[in-house]
C-alpha cells in the first residue's frame, strides 16, 4: 500500500517511500531505525560528519507528516533562557508602571498577571512541549556543540517531556513531540543520553545513491556532468583533507557548474570552482595544484572504463 502523506509510515518500505517522496534518499537501515523511532516514540540520535543529510531528515520528516518543525540550533554557552523560555521583563516592567499609575495596590494580584502566560517567551523545548495541534518534529540540532551541564538538562527533558517553570508549574507535553537529535561528533555525548535514544551513524552516501540525489535536486546538470561530479567528490573523501566535502556541497558544486552552463569537466573550470565544494585553504591549496589534475584524469579515466 502507498504511502499517504500526513500519516506516520505503518512499514520500513513506507518510511522508504516517504522519504523518496521529498527527495530524501536513505538506505534500509536508516528507514529502518527511523521507522522503529516513530513506531516507538523514543528519540532518535544521528551522528556523522557534517554535511551528511542529519539536519534535513528532520526538515524532511516534518514536511512529509505535516508537522510544525521546531528548531533548536546548540552552541556552547547555551542556557535555559535561550533553550527553554524567559520572562519579557520590560512588557513586565510596563505592566507594573500601568498599574501603579492606575492605583492598582493589590501586590499579589499584579504578580499573578505579570507572570501569567502572556508574559512568557516560549523558547524551543518549551513549544516542542507545549505544541497544539499534533506533536511537532523537535530538532536538537548539532548537540555536541553545548555543555555537559545543558546535556544533563535536556536528558531530564526527555526523561518525562515536561518542565517546570517556578512562577507557572509544570508543563508536560499532552503528546511526546518526535525527537531527532544531530551531532557531529566534536566531542562524545553521554551515554545516558545515547541510552533514551535510538541510534544511527549517517555516513557519506555512495556513488549511486549521490548520483541520484544530483539528478533530484539539479535535474539542469546533464548526465556527463553528473557523473564526474560525483566521481570526483567520491575520490576526494578518500583524501586526508581537513574537511571532506558534505552531499550538500556536492549538490552546491554541480548547481553551480550548470549556472556556468558546463557540460564537462576540465581542470580549470574545477580551479575556479573549488570554493563552492571545499571550505578549508588548504585542502584548496592541495588539490588546486597537480593533485587536482590527476584526480580529474583518473576520473576520467575510470569512467571511459565503465562504459
Same mark, same amino acid.
Not at 523518496?20 to 536513505?26: E, F, K, T, V
Given at each position: 500500500?502507498?504511502?499517504?502523506?500526513?500519516?506516520?509510515?505503518?512499514?520500513?518500505?513506507?518510511?522508504? %517511500?516517504?522519504?523518496?517522496?521529498?527527495?530524501?534518499?536513505?538506505?534500509?537501515?536508516?528507514?529502518?531505525?527511523?521507522?522503529?523511532?516513530?513506531?516507538?516514540?523514543?528519540?532518535?540520535?544521528?551522528?556523522?560528519?557534517?554535511?551528511?543529510?542529519?539536519?534535513?531528515?528532520?526538515?524532511?520528516?516534518?514536511?512529509?507528516?505535516?508537522?510544525?518543525?521546531?528548531?533548536?540550533?546548540?552552541?556552547?554557552?547555551?542556557?535555559?533562557?535561550?533553550?527553554?523560555?524567559?520572562?519579557?521583563?520590560?512588557?513586565?516592567?510596563?505592566?507594573?508602571?500601568?498599574?501603579?499609575?492606575?492605583?492598582?495596590?493589590?501586590?499579589?494580584?499584579?504578580?499573578?498577571?505579570?507572570?501569567?502566560?502572556?508574559?512568557?517567551?516560549?523558547?524551543?523545548?518549551?513549544?516542542?512541549?507545549?505544541?497544539?495541534?499534533?506533536?511537532?518534529?523537535?530538532?536538537?540540532?548539532?548537540?555536541?556543540?553545548?555543555?555537559?551541564?545543558?546535556?544533563?538538562?535536556?536528558?531530564?527533558?526527555?526523561?518525562?517531556?515536561?518542565?517546570?517553570?517556578? %512562577?507557572?508549574?509544570?508543563?508536560?507535553?499532552?503528546?511526546?513531540?518526535?525527537?531527532?537529535?544531530?551531532?557531529?561528533?566534536?566531542?562524545?555525548?553521554?551515554?545516558?543520553?545515547?541510552?533514551?535514544?535510538?541510534?544511527?551513524?549517517?555516513?557519506?552516501?555512495?556513488?549511486?545513491?549521490?548520483?541520484?540525489?544530483?539528478?533530484?535536486?539539479?535535474?539542469?546538470?546533464? %548526465?556527463?556532468?553528473?557523473?564526474?561530479?560525483?566521481?570526483?567528490?567520491?575520490?576526494?573523501?578518500?583524501?586526508?583533507?581537513?574537511?571532506?566535502?558534505?552531499?550538500?556541497?556536492?549538490?552546491?558544486?554541480?548547481?553551480?557548474?550548470?549556472?556556468?552552463?558546463?557540460?564537462?569537466?576540465?581542470? %580549470?573550470?574545477?580551479?575556479?570552482?573549488?570554493?563552492?565544494?571545499?571550505?578549508?585553504?588548504?585542502?584548496?591549496?592541495?588539490?588546486?595544484?597537480?593533485?587536482?589534475?590527476?584526480?580529474?584524469?583518473?576520473?576520467?579515466?575510470?569512467?571511459?572504463?565503465?562504459?
Amino acid at each position: 500500500m502507498a504511502y499517504q502523506t500526513g500519516t506516520l509510515p505503518r512499514s520500513i518500505d513506507e518510511t522508504l %517511500e516517504m522519504l523518496a517522496g521529498r527527495d530524501y534518499l536513505a538506505g534500509r537501515s536508516l528507514a529502518t531505525v527511523l521507522f522503529l523511532a516513530l513506531k516507538m516514540k523514543r528519540p532518535l540520535f544521528l551522528e556523522g560528519e557534517a554535511g551528511v543529510g542529519k539536519t534535513e531528515i528532520a526538515k524532511v520528516l516534518a514536511a512529509a507528516l505535516g508537522r510544525r518543525l521546531i528548531r533548536l540550533q546548540c552552541y556552547e554557552g547555551l542556557d535555559v533562557a535561550s533553550a527553554v523560555y524567559e520572562w519579557n521583563y520590560p512588557a513586565q516592567m510596563l505592566e507594573i508602571r500601568l498599574s501603579e499609575a492606575a492605583g492598582l495596590t493589590d501586590r499579589d494580584r499584579i504578580e499573578a498577571d505579570i507572570f501569567s502566560d502572556r508574559y512568557l517567551i516560549r523558547r524551543p523545548v518549551l513549544q516542542a512541549l507545549s505544541s497544539e495541534g499534533g506533536a511537532p518534529v523537535f530538532l536538537i540540532d548539532e548537540l555536541d556543540r553545548t555543555d555537559e551541564a545543558f546535556e544533563a538538562f535536556l536528558l531530564e527533558v526527555l526523561s518525562d517531556y515536561q518542565v517546570t517553570v517556578p %512562577e507557572l508549574g509544570t508543563i508536560k507535553a499532552a503528546e511526546p513531540p518526535i525527537v531527532i537529535i544531530t551531532t557531529n561528533r566534536t566531542r562524545e555525548v553521554h551515554d545516558a543520553l545515547k541510552r533514551r535514544c535510538l541510534y544511527h551513524w549517517v555516513d557519506y552516501p555512495k556513488a549511486g545513491q549521490e548520483l541520484e540525489i544530483i539528478r533530484r535536486k539539479v535535474p539542469g546538470c546533464n %548526465e556527463t556532468l553528473s557523473r564526474q561530479v560525483v566521481a570526483y567528490v567520491q575520490r576526494l573523501r578518500t583524501l586526508d583533507l581537513f574537511k571532506n566535502p558534505g552531499v550538500a556541497e556536492t549538490i552546491d558544486w554541480a548547481t553551480a557548474l550548470t549556472e556556468l552552463d558546463r557540460l564537462a569537466l576540465d581542470p %580549470e573550470t574545477v580551479s575556479d570552482t573549488l570554493g563552492t565544494l571545499l571550505k578549508y585553504q588548504d585542502d584548496i591549496a592541495r588539490i588546486d595544484g597537480g593533485e587536482g589534475r590527476k584526480l580529474l584524469d583518473d576520473v576520467k579515466a575510470d569512467l571511459r572504463a565503465a562504459v
